[in-house]
């Protein structure tokens, strides 16, 4: 039987750098990471794709406002411009997949499922925004954007620069769990939980309520990985292996890794909060509720990760 593998591409997947942020730039840079992929599925795997959506996210609430601002428009709230994220962003990846597998005369397809995740209506994240959006600023820009716009919650992220934060609650359910299902078992590459899906509460009769947030995809691809079953989970990233000591004259790469020593090297700081520690936190929960194993790894060296020759692996 095809083993599942929940691959989830990280920021570099869908934008290379900051000069390379255009629509065509952004399909360009999910082609070579689909190219990546597909050589996962010819090792014989069944593979569901999940995204993130930060900076696209971000830049729709921005031309919503600015349209707004300029025009009169009306506006499109964060839950509508997340949840375009997910056709925009599912519609390129997808494309990818049909024309890669025309390229190496594969019989598959790949969909993409317009997916609802459930949050908590009381999680504490409502109240203490995190999560950063859309573009960077520089400390100046920052100032001068809370005098314009004092709602706005800005902070510096990861030492890359100010951004824009939003509430990011933990994704509880995802509600389209049972189509996504069906669509593997029928054989189709499906990418779903995109920008870690589109945040929904429960109101008192227990309908479903669009919530202005964006919820952290790596934890709503561990909650979809755990839901399928997944004997893999990926975490297609910047860097090839996780390393202790990052970023310092001390640093090294790790081939393996358990939950006791995952634990031990969090609890030594070794996971960057904004970055690496989420990622870290999702496998976690993860090898904890499922009998999977994960890899962390970048988009080029995934075929060699998954035949256990590079990346980090992240088991029990
Ligand atoms: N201990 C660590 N080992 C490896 N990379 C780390 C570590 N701590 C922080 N990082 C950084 O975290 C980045 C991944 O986080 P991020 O860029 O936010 O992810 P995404 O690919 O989802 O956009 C890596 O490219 C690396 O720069
Ligand atoms: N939604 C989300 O986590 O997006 P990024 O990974 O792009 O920040």
């Given at each position: 039987?095809?083993?599942?593998?929940?691959?989830?591409?990280g920021?570099?997947?869908?934008?290379?750098?900051?000069n390379?942020?255009?629509?065509?730039?952004?399909y360009?840079?999910?082609?070579?990471?689909?190219s990546?992929?597909?050589?996962?599925?010819?090792?014989?795997?069944?593979?569901?794709?999940?995204?993130?959506?930060?900076p696209?996210?971000?830049?729709?609430?921005?031309?919503?406002?600015?349209?707004?601002?300029?025009?009169?428009?009306?506006?499109?709230?964060?839950?509508?411009?997340?949840?375009?994220?997910?056709?925009?962003?599912?519609?390129?990846?997808?494309?990818?997949?049909?024309?890669?597998?025309?390229?190496?005369?594969?019989?598959?397809?790949?969909?993409?499922?317009?997916?609802?995740?459930?949050?908590?209506?009381?999680d504490?994240?409502?109240?203490?925004?995190?999560?950063?959006?859309?573009?960077?600023?520089?400390?100046?820009?920052?100032?001068?954007?809370?005098n314009?716009?004092?709602d706005?919650?800005?902070?510096?992220?990861?030492?890359?620069?100010?951004?824009?934060?939003?509430?990011?609650?933990?994704?509880?359910?995802?509600?389209?769990?049972?189509?996504?299902?069906?669509?593997?078992?029928?054989?189709?590459?499906?990418?779903?939980?995109?920008g870690?899906?589109?945040?929904?509460?429960?109101?008192?009769?227990?309908?479903?309520?669009?919530?202005?947030?964006?919820?952290?995809?790596?934890?709503?691809?561990?909650?979809?990985?755990?839901?399928?079953?997944?004997?893999?989970?990926?975490?297609?990233?910047?860097?090839?292996?996780?390393?202790?000591n990052?970023?310092?004259?001390?640093?090294?790469?790790?081939?393996?890794?358990?939950?006791e020593?995952?634990?031990?090297?969090?609890?030594?700081?070794?996971f960057?909060?904004?970055?690496?520690?989420?990622?870290?936190?999702?496998?976690?929960?993860?090898?904890?509720?499922?009998?999977?194993?994960a890899?962390?790894?970048?988009?080029?060296?995934l075929?060699?990760?998954?035949?256990?020759?590079?990346?980090?692996?992240?088991i029990?």
């Amino acid at each position: 039987m095809e083993k599942i593998a929940v691959v989830a591409i990280g920021g570099n997947s869908l934008i290379k750098d900051k000069n390379h942020s255009t629509v065509e730039d952004q399909y360009n840079a999910i082609c070579e990471t689909v190219s990546h992929i597909v050589n996962i599925i010819e090792e014989g795997y069944k593979v569901v794709i999940t995204h993130g959506n930060g900076p696209q996210v971000g830049f729709n609430l921005r031309r919503s406002e600015i349209a707004e601002e300029s025009e009169g428009m009306h506006p499109v709230p964060l839950v509508n411009c997340g949840a375009n994220t997910q056709g925009s962003i599912g519609y390129q990846i997808q494309q990818a997949f049909d024309n890669e597998f025309l390229k190496r005369g594969i019989n598959k397809k790949a969909v993409s499922v317009v997916t609802q995740v459930e949050v908590d209506k009381d999680d504490k994240a409502f109240i203490n925004p995190t999560k950063p959006i859309g573009s960077f600023y520089t400390k100046e820009e920052t100032n001068k954007l809370r005098n314009e716009h004092p709602d706005w919650v800005l902070i510096e992220d990861a030492k890359r620069g100010y951004r824009r934060v939003v509430p990011s609650p933990m994704p509880k359910n995802v509600v389209e769990k049972d189509a996504i299902k069906d669509l593997i078992n029928t054989g189709y590459v499906v990418i779903a939980v995109g920008g870690g899906g589109i945040p929904v509460i429960r109101d008192e009769e227990k309908y479903f309520k669009g919530v202005d947030a964006v919820i952290d995809k790596d934890y709503a691809s561990s909650l979809l990985a755990i839901e399928l079953k997944a004997d893999l989970f990926i975490v297609s990233t910047g860097v090839e292996k996780v390393c202790i000591n990052y970023g310092t004259d001390k640093e090294k790469a790790l081939d393996k890794l358990n939950i006791e020593e995952t634990k031990k090297l969090i609890e030594e700081g070794h996971f960057a909060p904004g970055s690496m520690l989420p990622k870290i936190n999702a496998i976690l929960n993860f090898l904890e509720n499922s009998n999977g194993k994960a890899i962390i790894t970048s988009p080029e060296k995934l075929k060699e990760s998954v035949k256990g020759e590079d990346g980090t692996h992240l088991i029990k």
